[in-house]
């Protein structure tokens, strides 16, 4: 109110000085004109001095200076006139003026009849003019004014922040505002702001009386309502049915859980038809409950949408009725009871170990153990089933020495029992008097208690220190070994050597234990031997994951050493490398090979002398063969007796010796591997009786009996007869060549699923062991006190030829009871050759 009295006396002030200044500026401007044409007629007359003119100028001059005397005159009057005006009408702006001032004194009294402060922002400025009691906001030693802008100096947080946004929407929009608060000493205030004549004005003034106790109740009555909506939205939202009723049973409240729970269509159509969630006998132990001013707790089944689950019930009794909830715990009792099922099924797992288990509470009682705590510490199973306390226990196995002994027990049983106070297991080792090891694992459980694991490791202990002792052994022996030992593991890297490793490849015993890896070992093994591609393939061997296989090795280094090198997986994927040297062993070898190959060379110089031989033998042997029997024919003319005899021994001694010469000419071809079969259909019987028919002279001759021991129905079977016949053929002439006079010789022949079988046996003197290996070979002959003689070739052309039909010989003979050989013919000769190929 002062701010709009001082600007209408400023304005009064103005109007009266510009009144003022007005007319002394016209009277001024009319007495310059006046001097301004007398300087100009003066000249004028000083021009024109001709006497023609001058009473008309004198005239003019005269004319003009009465015109500006009446002027100045009229100015005059109305100047006095004007001032006359102005002083009035400033004697009454100042009258009104006094009175604005009076009636401005008046305002600002009744205006701060009360405490109060006004603040007040002109429009555009930011400097706002305060007035009234700061001391009602601020305290005595800090009133600066401008620090009541501050509102966080003297409001709490949310308070000063909404004081701030309602100012900064009054200054820039004009948004009146009206606001209860409460500062930070406890007053209550009232903030109200109005946007007047251009200015932003807020009042802030302390609530007293009844203004104060509405204000309260206005905060409790929105506070109040604030709680309420929060509840009811709640309520709402909650997925449990929440009801209310009144004291009569009406239900007067229900949530849309409730609603869905009793299939209504909404909350209007449950209240209206008084829909009830639970039954009837249910509602009955709720009211039952409720009239002895008693809380109802319960959990029951509860038909919901078809579907019966389980809910925990909670109703109250309130002042004009009763409230409820029902709480959905069907996944609740399904934990509970599968978390029922998990400690049974625990327990019973529990039982089923060997290590004994004993569960001791939050009081320190015995909560459950299992058998072998029961069998390891030979307790009572009636003093355990009375859950005896963690001290009681222990007291009892002292007492039968199966603790350890200890000089001060009960410091350590309180040591001991510092596990119901720990977070972390520990883990000990009790020596027993007894002479038992027992392993105890002490673990605190969440929900309090302890837990205590037993396990007898007397027998692990004693395998430990066997182990320790056999690892002592291998390592002894592994470092006393003449062979180099050298170990990597999975990661390339050397795990284990012995010394002769290092004195084998000339390496540092130091180096070695660095653990270096197979390239840094290849590195420094080079300069003895630097074999790509052997030591690639050790590399591989050592850092294979799979196929792990052991890999032989021959080293042949540049200092002459040859190394035998073997690489051999192990189970826990490490590979061991073995090294010996064998150069003694290889210059050994070396000489043997040499000298076989000289005998081979030789042997093979000595068939191909036999078989030359043979070759230019038959040649003339033919030709005498040729003219004996020309000699014999009587076409020739006749001969002697004497001349005949002589005529039959050159017969019978050239076809004998032409049977050898053909014999050493088939066993050089066999050996050259020129001989070919002529496969076909052999008829057993008839093969039989053709090599039978060979031997018959020798047979009458010697007075030896043949028994042929043949199936009718054997049948034939694919090969060369030809050679079968020869093979039958030497066979009954070794045979009869070793047996006695007035002895047999038998022949046999049976058929099997895949071969035909023919064997012949003699009764002569046998053969010696030390002879049974060399029949087969050339020119091996032994009477062994027979009568027989030979070049010592039909049992190798035997084995040749039944060999080359791909079947077997074999001989079984005994010293005094004569000979068998048995020959193995296959049956099919092209499933054979398939098979072979």
Not at 584 to 593: K, M, Q
Request: proline content about 4%; hydrophobic content about 40%; glycine content about 6%.
């Amino acid at each position: 109110m002062s701010g709009v009295i001082g600007t209408m006396r400023r304005t009064l002030l103005s109007c009266t000085s510009l009144a003022r200044n007005g007319l002394i500026a016209l009277a001024a401007a009319g007495f310059g004109g006046i001097t301004q044409v007398y300087a100009g007629d003066s000249s004028l007359l000083e021009a024109n001095s001709a006497p023609l003119d001058l009473n008309r100028q004198e005239f003019a001059v005269l004319t003009t200076a009465l015109a500006l005397l009446g002027f100045s005159v009229l100015a005059a009057i109305l100047l006095m006139r004007t001032r006359i005006r102005a002083a009035r009408s400033e004697a009454r702006l100042l009258a009104d003026i006094g009175e604005l001032q009076v009636q401005a004194d008046r305002f600002r009294a009744l205006l701060f009849a009360e405490p109060q402060i006004l603040i007040s922002w002109a429009a555009g400025d930011n400097r706002p003019e305060i007035t009234g009691d700061t001391s009602l906001l601020m305290p005595q030693e800090t009133q600066q004014p401008q620090r009541l802008l501050a509102f966080g100096t003297w409001l709490p947080p949310e308070p000063a922040l909404q004081m701030d946004h309602a100012v900064d929407a009054l200054r820039e929009a004009g948004e009146g505002f009206l606001l209860n608060l409460s500062t930070s000493n406890g007053r209550a205030i009232e903030a109200m702001g109005r946007a007047i004549g251009g200015q932003a004005i807020v009042r802030i003034r302390e609530l007293g009386g009844v203004r104060r106790e509405l204000a309260e109740s206005n905060l409790r009555y929105k506070t109040l309502q604030e709680e309420s909506e929060l509840l009811r939205d709640f309520a709402a939202a909650v997925p449990w049915p929440i009801w209310a009723k009144s004291a009569q049973g009406q239900l007067r409240y229900a949530n849309a859980a409730y609603v869905k729970a009793t299939e209504a269509t909404d909350v209007a159509d449950a209240i209206h038809r008084n829909l009830e969630l639970l039954e009837s006998d249910q509602r009955d132990d709720v009211n039952r409950s409720l009239s002895g001013n008693s809380a109802f707790t319960a959990r029951l089944p509860i038909v919901v949408g078809g579907e019966r689950r389980v809910y925990d019930v909670h109703a109250l009794a309130l002042h004009a009725g009763s409230a409820g909830i029902a709480i959905d715990a069907s996944e609740a009792s399904g934990l509970r009871a599968a978390l029922v099922r998990m400690a049974e099924a625990h327990r019973r797992t529990l039982d089923q170990l060997s290590s004994g288990v004993a569960v001791f509470d939050g009081q320190r009682r015995l909560a459950f153990y299992n058998d072998s705590y029961r069998r390891l510490w030979d307790l009572d199973r009636t003093f355990l089933d009375g859950s005896p306390d963690d001290s009681s226990v222990l007291d009892r196995l002292r007492a039968a020495r199966k603790v350890p002994e200890q000089p001060d027990f009960r410091a350590w049983k309180a040591k001991l029992h510092e596990a119901y106070r720990a977070v972390e297991p520990t883990k000990d080792t009790w020596y027993l008097p007894d002479g038992r090891a027992v392993s105890v694992v002490t673990t605190p459980n969440p929900e309090g208690g302890v837990t205590y694991l037993f396990d007898d490791v007397t027998e692990s202990l004693e395998l430990a220190r066997r182990f320790d002792g056999l690892i002592r052994v291998q390592r002894e022996t592994l470092d006393n070994l003449a062979e180099a030992v050298a170990v990597f593991g999975s990661n390339g890297r050397a795990q284990l050597f012995n010394p002769a490793f290092a004195r084998m490849w000339k390496l540092s015993p130091d180096a070695m234990r660095e653990q270096p890896h197979i390239e840094t070992v290849e590195t420094w093994c080079k300069p003895l031997f630097d074999d790509a591609e052997t030591w690639l393939a050790l590399r591989e061997a050592i850092t294979r994951i799979e196929n792990r296989v052991e890999v032989p090795l021959k080293l042949e280094r540049k200092d002459g050493s040859v190394l035998d090198c073997m690489t051999m997986p192990l189970p826990d994927g490490a590979t061991m490398l073995t090294f010996q040297d064998i150069t003694d062993t290889e210059n050994v070898e070396r000489a043997l090979r040499e000298r076989n190959e000289a005998l081979e060379t030789a042997d093979q110089m000595k068939v191909d002398f036999v078989h030359h031989v043979s070759y230019e033998l038959r040649s003339p042997l033919t030709t005498i063969i040729g003219f004996a029997h020309f000699l014999s024919d009587p076409v020739t003319g006749p001969l002697t007796p004497k001349q005949a005899e002589y005529l039959g021994y050159i017969t019978t001694s050239t076809n004998a010796l032409l049977a050898i010469i053909n014999n050493i000419l088939d066993l050089a071809t066999i050996d050259a591997g020129a001989m070919s079969l002529n496969l076909g259909s052999i008829d057993i019987r008839k093969t039989i009786e053709a090599a039978a028919e060979g031997i018959q002279d020798r047979l009458a001759t010697d007075r030896i009996q043949l028994k042929v021991d043949v199936d009718p129905n054997i049948g034939s079977f694919v090969g060369d007869e030809r050679r079968v016949v020869q093979v039958l053929y030497n066979l009954l002439a070794n045979a009869v060549g070793f047996s006695p006079q007035d002895a047999a010789v038998g022949l046999s022949a049976r058929r099997t699923e895949h071969s035909v079988v023919f064997t012949v046996t003699d009764s002569g003197p046998g053969i010696p062991p030390d002879v049974k290996d060399k029949v087969f070979d050339w020119f091996e002959s032994h009477s062994h006190g027979s009568r027989h003689r030979g070049a010592g070739l039909g049992l190798s052309l035997v084995r040749s030829f039944v060999e080359l039909h791909g079947g077997k010989v074999r001989v079984d003979s005994v010293v005094g009871n004569g000979t068998s050989v048995t020959c193995d013919f296959p049956i099919d000769q092209a499933a054979h050759r398939n098979a072979a190929e």
